[in-house]
Every structure is written in structure tokens, then in C-alpha cells.
Nanobody, 115 residues
Framework: QVQLVESGGGLVQPGGSLRLSCAAS????????MGWYRQAPGKQRELVAA???????DYADSVKGRFTISRDNAKNTLYLQMNSLKPEDTAVYYC?????????WGQGTQVTVSS
């Protein structure tokens, strides 16, 4: 059974940083496509960053230069380093793992950027 558990969210002031983690069990992530998504109140869930099986990365325009997606294969964990956070980054952040075209989601972690 595949499980994804996000952590690392919280309240941070504008300009601050957070690092989100997504610990996976039941599947090896090193050769999988994975992504971080977010959903703000009243808005659709959107892709923030993705990493391919080969390690190439892609980012939403709104976070380019501020967010970095990475993974630690030894820990079977996906990360999202978020710097220079803005109030508009406030959302619930989810990690997603795709296996044979089937999506698996974590429960999400709240990120609130406010002074």
C-alpha cells in the first residue's frame, strides 16, 4: 500500500523560508515522476513543482527562482524548499506520486505566509 506523508508546513512571515517533506512508503520513488501541488481556499489545485524519473525539474512560473524540488532516494523522501515566501503562497501543499498512470496523494500540509 502506497502512503505519502507530508510535513514541514506552518506559519511564516513574508520573505521567510520553509522546507516541506513528503515521506513515501510502499513504493520506491527514485524512478518515479513526483510533484508538489497546492490548493488555496476557493481555488483549484495547481502544480507547483515536479521532478521526473530522470531528475529533471519543472516549476510554475509563480515560484521559479524561489522554490526547489528535490528527493533523497536513500530516505525515499521528496522535498520542496521554499524561499522568499509571499502571502499568495498560502495554501495546503500536497505531494503526488504517479505509478503506472495512477495518482497517489498525501494528506497535505498547511503553509500560511502572513505578518
Amino acid at each position: 500500500q502506497v502512503q505519502l506523508v507530508e510535513s514541514g508546513g506552518g506559519l511564516v512571515q513574508p520573505g521567510g523560508s520553509l522546507r516541506l517533506s513528503c515521506a513515501a512508503s510502499g513504493s520506491i520513488i527514485s524512478n518515479k515522476y513526483m510533484g508538489w501541488y497546492r490548493q488555496a481556499p476557493g481555488k483549484q489545485r495547481e502544480l507547483v513543482a515536479a521532478i521526473s524519473s530522470g531528475g529533471s525539474t519543472d516549476y510554475a512560473d509563480s515560484v521559479k527562482g524561489r522554490f526547489t524540488i528535490s528527493r533523497d532516494n536513500a530516505k525515499n523522501t521528496l522535498y520542496l524548499q521554499m524561499n522568499s515566501l509571499k502571502p499568495e503562497d498560502t495554501a495546503v501543499y500536497y505531494c503526488r506520486l504517479t505509478i503506472m498512470q495512477l495518482p497517489y496523494w498525501g494528506q497535505g500540509t498547511q503553509v500560511t505566509v502572513s505578518s
